[in-house]
């Protein structure tokens, strides 16, 4: 059985060295799904919680909420810096308090503190979601994830990773043995 959860994200980007509108810098509103299986926890009777989804995967999502994503060849990128430099906002600001923990992988890297993602590819829906189940595929037994922004939309189906040894109080993934919600210890 599959639970879902939906985030919406607010982000601007563009794509450097494409031929049309989409290589000026603009914004969207993004509507991520993420859909996890699982058996039904017969300690809590559902798969996952959807609220326990929601904050596995906001913690690195909120990220990519009203932040600008450009590509890391992207000759914007060292402007926009420079002037996050000189208006003292690039290592972050006190009013700064919507982000999640910095992360670098393969295909991105967050810089929370400037509300900035940098990606090896063009950001575009497909893209999205080969970075978002890069980054939770270890924490969520994700099946598929649907991203739609503006007119666009795609969505990729997953083998689901393995079994993940889940509190019979909570249902939410144990962390060495340990649930981190409730105390729980196997």
Request: negative net charge; proline residues 5%.
């Amino acid at each position: 059985m599959r639970s879902f959860s939906t985030f919406d994200l607010q982000y601007a980007h563009r794509f450097y060295g494409f031929k049309g509108e989409a290589q000026y810098l603009h914004g969207h509103t993004g509507i991520l799904t993420i859909e996890v299986e699982d058996i039904i926890n017969d300690g809590v009777n559902m798969v996952f919680p959807c609220n326990e989804i929601k904050k596995t995967a906001w913690e690195v999502l909120q990220n990519f909420d009203h932040a600008l994503i450009l590509r890391e060849d992207d000759p914007l990128l060292p402007a926009i810096l420079q002037v996050y430099e000189k208006q003292g906002i690039k290592d972050g600001a006190p009013t700064n308090r919507q982000k999640g923990p910095a992360f670098k992988t393969e295909l991105a890297t967050a810089y929370p503190d400037c509300r900035l993602v940098v990606t090896k590819e063009t950001m575009t829906v497909e893209g999205m979601i080969k970075i978002v189940y890069d980054l939770l595929k270890d924490k969520l037994n994700i099946v598929k994830i649907t991203f739609t922004s503006g007119v666009n939309g795609a969505s990729e189906e997953f083998m689901p990773s393995a079994q993940l040894d889940r509190c019979p109080l909570c249902g939410i993934t144990l962390v060495d043995g340990v649930c981190p919600k409730c105390g729980y210890r196997k």
